[in-house]
Structure formats: C-alpha cells, structure tokens
C-alpha cells in the first residue's frame, strides 16, 4: 500500500503552513457555518449540477453554457481524481492546524493534491464564461468561495487549492479547443434591385395555397384587406398547384406574382416568376416559410411595405436535375431550389425539430431530434462528387447557412453563388455513437464525422437502391442520381430596406 506522507519541508509546505496558520487565527462566527455548507453543497458536483439544470430553462447561449460547464466539470473532476490524486499522494492537514469547530468532518481519506472542488468549482465557471462571459462572472464569487471553503474548512492546503483551479480552468480551455466557440453571425447583405411599386397590390397576382399548414379561410380576405387591387387566386385540394401558379403568374397585367404558403409552393412559384422576369413577393404563410424569414417578409407588415415602395432584392437560385427510372431511358426533372435538398435522414430530423421547437427552443429541439432520428435509423450509401460515403445525411443548402452544424437556420446573404454542402457519414468506427455524442457536446461542426465544404456544382448517385430526394420540403422518390447548379442572381424578390 503506498503510504502518504507529507511534505513539511519543501517551500510549498511551508507556504501553506504558514497560509493555515493565518486562517486559523480568523475569529469564529457565522462564516464557519456558510463556509462549510458551501463546502458540503459541492460534494460530488451537486452544486454545479443543480445550477446548470436551473440555468438550461433558458434557451440559447445560457443553456449552452451550462452545458459546456458540465463538461468541463466532468473532465476536472476525472483528471483530478483518477490521475493526479494518483499521482501526487499528499496527507491533508491535521485538526492541530485549525480549530476542532472550523475542521470538516468527516475528513476526506483520498490524496489531499489536488483539491477536487477547486477544480469543479473553476471548470464549470470558466467552462461557462467562454460561451457567456457575463454568465462566467456572476458564477465567480460561487467557484472561488468553493475553492476557499476547501481551506477554510481543513479538508485541503491552499497549494492544493490552486493546483486544482489551475486544473479546473485547463480542462475548460482544453474542451473548448474541440468546442469551438460558434462564429459570429454575418451582417445581413443584399443585392437591391429595382422593381415595379405595388401600393393597395395592383398589378400583384398572388397564389394561395389552401393545404398550407397555416391557411384559415380567413387568410384569403385579409391578403384582399391589406391588397384590395390584387388578384388573389386559391389553389383547392386536388388542383394542380403548378398549373394554377403559371396561370395565376399570366394573369393579365401581372407585374408581380405573390405566393403564400411553404417552401414548396414558394419553389414553385419562383420557378415562375424567373420564367417571367417578375419579381416575386413572398408572404408569411404555410407550414414552413424560410425563404419569407431570410427574405425579411416575415410579417405580413414587412410585405405589404416592401411591394408598396418597391423594395426588391436579387437571389441565386438552385438548379436541381434528378434522373429517376431505368438507367439506360430515365425520367429528367428538373427542380428550382431555393432553401435546401437533403438525401438521407435529414427531412425527418428538420419535421420533429421544427415539431419540438415551440416547447423547448431551437438547440434544445435540435438535440432532442438528433438523437430521435439518429438512434434509430440507418445511413446510406451514396456516391458524392465521385466518391463513395455511407452517409446520415447529404445536405446542400442555397447559399451559406448558419449556424456550421446540424441545425442550419438562417441565411443572411441570398446571393453569394455558392452551395452549402454538409455531409454526415458513417464511413467512421463507432459513428453511430460518435454522432450521438457529437450531438449531445455541441461538437457536429467540428466531428470527424462531420464534412462541411462549398461548391457551384455538386453530383450525388445512388449507391444501389434509388433513394429518396427532398427539395425545399417537398419529396421526390426512385431518384438514382441528381446534379446540382447555382443560377447567380436569377430572381427578383420584394425585400425592406429597414
């Protein structure tokens, strides 16, 4: 059995005599007892476990915070107890070093170096400052009173206090260095362009898709309310929405084709427009909009400002041609895409997210669909540019998506000419396992796992049995390849200038 001893006469022994001595002169009173709760309330993390679960109520970066904090925590806490307790075999002070009042009892029968509260209480603090600085600074006094507790209570010597935080900040920086810190957000930025003023909407013909997930039967007499000279053409179950977008698109005198409803209906409707040379108005309506939201029409306030002065922008837009059927006669669609196209089982994660989001926020709602979806599914094999990928997920996005990971939500620059291309693969050992805890650290941006590029052309072939191809929401089966290309510029859309 390895016996500890003490090091009384080493310089550091001394030090934290001579330190003690000055702690055991502080007269008793109150603090006694504060000092060893506080001390206490740290035993085994619970203090910093009980914060973190306060602080992940609150969505976003406060929530992420915690969560860094916890991790941080749990690799303090593992080095410190599992290598360098190990390590470094120290005695703990003796009840002749402070009084018998102020000494905690039961005493700790591990190595006194280094201090695992200290390094818990430094980790967790810093842990979560680097994701909210502000955060970091009211949990301060919190990690430094644990830190003094652990000597004011003689369950350590101050050395081993601040080899601990020394600690304790170290593994806080060091999963950061794998935890980047997400970039910042672009400004947004766009194109302006001239187009045809629009006030009371005359001369604007706009295309209502009933099946919309938001669509009431009063949604057509208020888009007639705020444009009482527009056309207002309705899209009933069963009717070919296509047919009725071109048709509603050469109304006469059409200077401007509106489009309510998702992202399917707007693709569509784009498609139109550029064939037309008009400028498209998107109006905040259907299941999912995203094209509405970065086109800053997120309101139908918004809308209704900019067709009225004539406020427009120009967007790339996405060429999608998939072949589908027999290799040697295939069937050739071809697709305008203005979002994104995913192969894989991305189109489920995006539907239980977006499902989620509304009770527990976007990063919670992300995590939670991740480890739905992923938990039991199974990749696909596929051919990328040529090269051979088992793969969870092929995405590309129309243009750069934020934030760089599996939940790519807003897009601040519509014309940038390029295609966000992600691939999460399964080429990797344990990458099932490797996804999951990806997910669960914030880490899918920086995973192994994880192949994040930019590309005006991108080619995809199905590696045997033809899959399945999601184009702004809407499917597309027995699809065995599908080429990508970007038409810079193509489309005018009403945007404000606030």
Partial sequence: MRRIRPRGRSRISRLDRYLLRHVSNLPGGNHDVFFRRLSASANQGKLWMGTAAVLALFPGKTRMAALHGLIAQGVASAVTNLVFKTLLPRARPLPEHLPVFRFVHPQPTSSSMPSGHSASAVAFAVGAGLVRPALGAALAPAALGV???????????????????????????????????????????????????????????????????????????????????????????????????????????????????????????????????????????????????????????????????????????????????????????????????????????????????????????????????????????LSVDGVRHKVWIAYLGRGRHYPRDHAPLIRPVMDDGVLDVRLITADESFARLRLLWSVLTGTVASSGITHLREATEVRIDADGAPMVLAVDGEALAGVRSVAYTVWPRALSYYSPRH
């Fill in 147 to 381: 830190a003094y507790s652990r000597v004011h209570t003689g369950a350590h010597w101050p050395s081993d206090v601040l080899f601990g935080s020394a600690l304790g900040a170290g593994a806080a920086l060091v999963t950061r260095r794998w935890w980047p810190v997400r970039p910042p957000m672009p400004q947004t930025r766009r194109a302006w362009t001239s187009a045809p003023a629009l006030p009371n909407g005359e001369g604007l013909s706009i295309v209502v898709n009933t099946l919309g997930g938001s669509f009431k039967e009063e949604t057509a007499a208020a888009l007639q309310e705020v444009f009482p000279m527009a056309h207002i053409n309705k899209v009933q179950p069963g009717e070919d929405l296509v047919h009725r977008i071109n048709a509603t698109a050469d109304h006469p005198g059409t200077r401007a084709l509106g489009v309510w409803g998702g992202d399917g209906t707007v693709g569509a409707a784009a498609a139109a427009a550029v064939d037309r040379s008009i400028p498209l108005l998107v109006l905040p309506g259907g299941t999912l909009n995203h094209f509405a939201r970065d086109a800053g029409t997120g309101s139908l306030k918004e809308a209704v400002e900019a067709a009225s002065k004539g406020e427009a922008a120009l967007a790339d837009v996405g060429v999608v041609t998939a072949k589908r059927g027999l290799a040697g006669n295939p069937e050739v669609s071809d697709l305008v895409m203005l979002n994104t196209s995913s192969v894989g089982l991305y189109p489920n994660l995006v539907r239980r997210r977006e499902r989620l989001q509304p009770a527990l926020g976007k990063r919670l709602a992300g995590v939670v669909a991740m480890f739905w979806t992923f938990g039991a599914g199974t990749p696909v094999t």
